[in-house]
């Protein structure tokens, strides 16, 4: 069945690094690719999407752009704040969303 | 426009007993899905309604039912109650049922079983 593999965390980044999060999906079909986040407290959030091959999604300065050829849908932000810290959520949608086990991303400042 | 709305917000269950949680999508959005995430994990598919006729089901027991109303709202049953029941669980709403339309979640139900 289609599949998502996120990177494992907890991560922990200082204000203004670079965040890559690595996802990477089995699917059958020709799925749409998320990423949702997860801010302490609250509920999911759609952050970004792409519905085809080569689409980059971007959001609030994260960017992740749909690699068929790897099947990798990675994210990616090139300064990161404190209000970044939240869980990350790789998803795949062929009709249902299947998601990974999520990264929780901790920025110190 | 409000967002994807579900009651109660909290909920404490014995074992055995049952359970109905309740959600309103967002205006327009003929599409509902239900989702369970325990503690530490990601959200699993239980669910999706279209047009008020079920168009997937996740790998759960028929324990869980669920059922969508004219108005688009739904509701999720669960029956005889378990300990590994206690999790949050999500509605999400779409325009559709289709792979390209983004879901909107709700705030969810905390579900506790005693």
């Known amino acids: 069945g289609d599949s998502v593999t996120q990177m494992e965390g907890p991560v922990t980044l200082s204000e203004e690094a670079f965040l890559t999060i690595n996802c990477t999906y089995t699917?059958?079909?020709?799925?749409?690719l998320f990423w949702y986040v997860q801010y302490p407290g609250e509920g999911l959030q759609l952050l970004l999407k792409?519905?085809?091959?080569?689409d980059k999604g971007s959001n609030k300065g994260f960017e992740a752009t749909y690699r068929k050829e790897t099947t990798s849908f990675h994210l990616e932000k090139g300064s990161v704040q404190v209000s970044d810290s939240a869980v990350y959520f790789c998803?795949?949608?062929?009709?249902?969303?299947?998601f990974g086990a999520g990264t929780t991303v901790t920025v110190r400042a | 426009d409000a967002g994807v709305t579900q009651s109660p917000t909290h909920l404490i269950k014995t074992r055995g007993q049952h359970v109905t949680l309740r959600c309103s999508p967002i205006?327009?959005?003929?599409?509902v899905s239900w989702y369970q995430q325990v503690l530490g994990q990601g959200p699993q598919f239980i669910f999706q309604?279209?047009?008020?006729?079920?168009?997937g089901r996740g790998n759960f027991p028929d324990r869980f039912s669920a059922r969508q109303f004219p108005n688009y709202s739904s509701e999720l049953n669960v029956n005889a109650l378990l300990l590994g029941d206690s999790a949050l669980y999500l509605c999400?709403?779409?325009?559709?049922?289709?792979?390209?339309?983004?879901?909107?979640f709700g705030p969810g139900t905390r579900l506790t079983v005693t």
């Open positions: 999400a709403s779409s325009l559709a049922g289709t792979v390209a339309y983004e879901q909107y």
């Open positions: 699917a059958t079909g020709y799925p749409s």
């Open positions: 792409a519905t085809k091959a080569d």
């Open positions: 998803a795949l949608n062929d009709y249902k969303l299947s």
């Open positions: 205006s327009g959005h003929k599409s």
């Open positions: 309604y279209y047009e008020k006729e079920e168009r």
